[in-house]
């Protein structure tokens, strides 16, 4: 199911960019939240190796547990402060980044570590009260205070829109993410601003078509998720378990 699943969401990217005559390339990240190992590693069997988490502590139990090709892996839920410890270490790109606050804990931790960590600006283009990313008010001042952390390299933005039955309804957020995407490329120096992540299951291909190059899709590669966490790790702790036998 997973390889046609794969299959499936590959050429509806390939659709919607040609829709637009797109001819540059888009990251698919294979969200794994709340999927045992043996999902993310069939996935990665199949050439997919960028996986999104939301949790750093489920993260880390699957990291443990891996066994397959090398991953790319990508931080994609809220950051709390006292997560950027282990998250540092854990993740290649933080696409959740949204207040100095959380610039400064980054910087202090990458700091320790002698990495460069590499985030995106999470931007809260529709405003929802519920959902984290900076207001469009306060994004210009965390993007140039973003620049002077030597130890914090922005890479772009992600934006997620609010989810609606429509998809086209997303279509208005997901532009001025995009413009405000390009406007940052004259803030950074050249090439330094390449990541747009935009888009999930119910509207990458708008997300696509506005401009995103990385879409985060995790139910139409997986199926529903297993929503209870702790039947979760029973399944993670019973697979390093079976491992161990």
Known sequence: MIKENVNAVQQRMANAMARVGRTDTALLVAVTKNHPVSALEEVAALGC????????????????????????????????????????????????????????????????????????????????????????????????????LPHVRVCGLMCIAPFFEDSEEARPIFRLAHALFEDMKDHFEPGQIKFLSMGMTHDFEVALEEGANIVRVGTAIFGERVYNYRKLRRILWLSAKNSIN
């Open 49 to 148: 190796t960028h996986v999104g988490e939301n949790r750093v502590q489920e993260a880390k139990e699957k990291q443990l547990l891996y066994k397959g090709p090398q991953l790319t892996w990508h931080l994609i839920g809220h950051l709390q402060a006292n997560k950027v410890r282990q998250a540092v270490p854990m993740f290649d790109l933080i696409h959740s980044v949204d207040s100095i606050k959380l610039l400064d804990e980054i910087e202090k931790v990458a700091t320790k570590h002698d990495k460069v960590q590499d985030v995106l600006l999470q931007v809260n283009v529709a405003r929802e009260t519920s959902k984290s990313g900076m207001s469009v008010e306060d994004f210009p001042a965390i993007r140039d205070y973003a620049k002077t």
